[in-house]
């Protein structure tokens, strides 16, 4: 796109060219390999979805979506995200907070905890809560003489998730509040304002839309999570598969299009999160043209 530069002496505008180090050719060149990389890693997969999921007809779609098993898997995955995200939000809300606006020892460390599902295998974390409240676990014993269930229960599934999830708030909202500083906070101190007051009149509206974007990377994540997942629910049909657990079991089984049709349903949910994010970024992208 060309820039326009004005004259100080004439007055006069002129238009200029970027200075482009490439060629046409290259440059048409980088757009195809990566117009052929969205397309191959991307769009095709999703079209294999569905058509995979349709090949016996509408019906046997239907059949596989309403099957006990499938509805009970789809609401394994909404329970856990709707206990995860929320206690992730809380937890990433206050762990932002706490980095950004405050000076305290450990707050390096607190940073490096709150990096370390991501430098963890999902199948390590899962694995790491089996130690701990499996039968042979640490707590094992105790939770099984009080007739408490976690491992191959509703409760590991959402401390699984929560382990690989809760990252993505913090890290989302500590940039945005390490860039606007504490000065309108400490301005509505000086007028008088406290505690919850300042958070939700001062705080919370500069942060809103990053928090948004960051709780729905998060239910994303929470809703597709595998790894983690697979190792503490023990794979009981219709009591601890979500719905990648689900899908894997149908598949093994060699129910293709039930598999591929309960996998549609995923991908319904992952387009519905990126119409959302893209929402929230270009609402994003407007308000810092305001500003």
């Not at 309403?66 to 329970?79: H, Q």
């Not at 640490?138 to 099984?144: D, K, M, N, T």
């Not at 909202?173 to 390490?178: D, F, H, N, V």
Request: charged share 15%.
């Amino acid at each position: 796109m060309a820039g326009i530069v004005t004259n100080i002496k004439s007055g006069k505008q002129t238009k200029v060219r970027p200075h482009l180090t490439e060629s046409v050719a290259v440059r048409w060149i980088l757009i195809g390999i990566a117009l052929l990389f969205i397309v191959a890693v991307i769009i095709l997969p999703l079209v294999t979805v569905v058509t995979e999921s349709l090949r016996k007809g509408w019906s046997a779609y239907v059949s596989a979506l309403s099957d006990p098993a499938a509805l009970s898997a789809l609401k394994l995955t909404l329970t856990t995200a709707l206990i995860a995200v929320p206690l992730n939000t809380v937890f990433g809300v206050a762990a932002a907070w706490a980095i950004t606006k405050f000076k305290f020892r450990g707050k390096n460390i607190l940073i490096t905890l709150i990096d370390l599902p991501f430098a963890v295998s999902p199948v390590v974390s899962g694995l790491i809560y089996v130690l701990l409240f499996g039968a042979q676990g640490y707590f094992g014993p105790w939770l099984q003489a009080h007739d408490i269930h976690i491992i191959f229960a509703t409760p590991g599934i959402v401390l699984a998730t929560m382990f690989v999830t809760f990252p993505f708030v913090a890290r989302e909202l500590i940039p945005i509040m390490e860039a606007q500083g504490v000065q309108d906070e400490e301005a509505a101190v000086s007028l008088g304002a406290r505690g919850r007051r300042v958070f939700f009149k001062v705080t919370l509206p500069n942060i809103k839309w990053g928090l948004l974007y960051g709780l729905i990377l998060c239910n994303a994540r929470a809703m597709g999570e595998f790894g983690a997942v697979s190792v503490v629910s023990g794979h009981i049909r219709g009591e601890t598969n979500t719905l990648p657990l689900h899908i894997e079991i149908l598949y093994n089984e060699y129910q293709y299009t039930a598999s591929f049709a309960v996998a549609s349903l995923l991908m319904v949910l992952a387009v519905i999160t990126l119409i959302a994010k893209s929402i929230i970024e270009s609402r994003m992208s407007r308000e810092l043209g305001r500003e």
